[in-house]
């Protein structure tokens, strides 16, 4: 079992820039390829972007490259989200998600792919 805490969620303006974090704990964080995924009311949970679990490689939604940056810091069993130039249609509760390395498909931009999830932070960005 993993347990997955996001926190850094807020309100900010559009042009600004907000830092998600994700703590884990429970299990051998580098075991895990790691996610963050958006959802706003009526919609469906979004893919935003992962890093593989040596945080060598990462992957992005179209609409989130060259803004957003994902990293992790696997002494510390956390995953970051860095946006920047956040956009009012950024506005969303922001998940993170632990996908197994064994067995899994890296990138997977897809929901049943990531066996954990936080309980999600909410980023409101305003125009």
């Known amino acids: 079992q993993v347990q997955l805490v996001e926190s850094g969620g807020g309100l900010v303006q559009a042009g600004g820039s907000l830092r998600l974090s994700c703590a884990a704990s429970g299990r051998t964080f580098s075991n895990y390829n790691m996610g963050w995924f958006r959802q706003t009311p009526g919609k469906e949970r979004d893919f935003v972007a992962t890093i593989n679990w040596s945080g060598s490689s990462t992957y992005y939604a179209t609409s989130v490259k060259g803004r957003f940056t994902i990293s992790r810091d696997n002494a510390k069993n956390t995953v970051y989200l860095q946006m920047n130039s956040l956009k009012p249609e950024d506005t969303a509760v922001y998940y993170c998600?632990?996908?197994?390395?064994?067995?899994?498909?890296?990138?997977?931009?897809?929901?049943?792919?990531?066996?954990?999830w936080g309980q999600g932070t909410q980023v409101t960005v305003s125009s």
């Open positions: 998600a632990a996908q197994q390395v064994f067995g899994g498909s890296w990138p997977s931009s897809t929901k049943s792919h990531y066996a954990y």
